[in-house]
């Protein structure tokens, strides 16, 4: 297998390794992951995440074991158990049936790598695509509200959402972005943040419940965020609280975009009700010490929710941001997302 080298994840002289997001930003740690426990650990407790990115990481990981020569059972259960790690982005089960797909070739060793390396390549591709579309829709001065994270961490290239922010200050150079901390495990506070300072675009950190009262002073002008899934009718799932935004959004007249890649489309699920929505471990609601240690603020056997997701209903969204295009809700409605899949 080639090199393939992102902000979060590299395969490099024969060796895979993995930038741990959850230790971020105050530390930057790379983890070699050679094999599947190590990486189903990594994906389910988020040191790798983003959408596109937890399906690149388990696809490289596939490839390299296909290298190592491990038999093709022993493949095919990896691939299912790396599927099984999340259950809402939809991206990792693309990667996992295209991988599944070169299994069947003779040669299925090079059928998985070239898959693999295929994947990777194409996704950095689909976000200068999707960020030159959406840096259309922003103007000069915007004040741009985004929510966790969408940037080169959660993807191979420079990001979703994120990607459209940073082409927007490359043509304007004034762009000023608000970023939702994302409660519970922060990913804006810590890996937006993290990005934007590397890219030297001006924020303002905020937490998730100040975001009314400045759309309400008129100080958001448009709201960009990411996806994991986006189902035929456009409804879409992404972290918990964009819902919150999309219909806040709506009430003060904010356009509101969605950024994904085709591979965040899932054509095959009807709706928003039919998208499985992770639940994950109370401690994140609870407040951790250090590594999912005792909680730090609740009570330690608070009840707790805890969904890693919420859908937004296509009739809140102004437009959808893909690679493809920018499609309006009357595109949508016609059932423009099932046409780009056909
Ligand atoms: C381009 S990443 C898309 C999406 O993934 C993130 O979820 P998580 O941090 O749990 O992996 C978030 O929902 C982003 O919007």
Not at 166 to 184: I, S
Not at 230 to 252: Q, R, S
Not at 311 to 332: C, E, F, M, R, S
Request: charged content about 20%; some cysteine; aromatic content about 8%.
């Amino acid at each position: 297998m080639q090199n393939l080298i992102a902000s979060s994840v590299k395969y490099e002289n024969g060796s895979l390794s993995v930038l741990d997001q959850y230790l971020l930003p105050h530390q930057q740690v790379w983890h070699q992951c050679h094999d599947v426990e190590t990486m189903k650990e990594l994906i389910i407790s988020l040191k790798v995440r983003g959408a596109p990115l937890i399906g690149l990481s388990a696809s490289l990981l596939v490839a390299y074991l296909a290298e190592q020569g491990v038999v093709k059972g022993e493949l095919e259960k990896a691939i299912n158990e790396l599927e099984a790690t999340r259950p809402t982005a939809v991206n990792l089960m693309h990667c996992m049936t295209a991988l599944r797909k070169a299994l069947t070739q003779s040669d299925y060793v090079a059928g998985i790598v070239t898959t693999a390396e295929r994947l990777f390549i194409e996704d950095i591709e689909l976000c200068e695509r999707m960020a030159s579309r959406g840096a259309e829709l922003i103007n000069s001065g915007d004040n741009i509200l985004t929510h966790c994270n969408t940037g080169a961490l959660a993807t191979a290239g420079i990001g979703t959402a994120l990607g459209v922010i940073y082409k927007a200050q490359q043509k304007y150079g004034n762009v000023h972005v608000w970023v939702n901390e994302t409660r519970p495990l922060l990913q804006g506070g810590r890996l937006t943040a993290f990005e934007l300072e590397r890219w030297k675009i001006p924020y303002t950190l905020i937490c998730d419940n100040m975001a009314a009262s400045l759309m309400a002073a008129g100080k958001v002008d448009k709201i960009v965020v990411g996806a994991d899934r986006i189902a035929a009718n456009g409804d879409f799932a992404n972290k918990v609280g964009t819902y919150n935004l999309a219909v806040l959004a709506y009430f003060h007249n904010i356009p509101f975009y969605v950024v994904a890649p085709i591979t965040t489309l899932d054509t095959n699920t009807a709706c928003g009700d039919d998208i499985e929505i992770e639940q994950r471990n109370p401690q994140e609601v609870r407040g951790v010490s250090g590594s999912f240690g005792e909680a730090l603020w609740a009570p330690t056997n608070a009840n707790v929710y805890n969904p890693a997701f919420d859908i937004t209903p296509a009739k809140l969204v102004t437009g959808w941001v893909l690679d493809t295009g920018v499609y309006n809700q009357q595109q949508v409605l016609m059932g423009k997302l099932k046409e780009l899949t056909q």
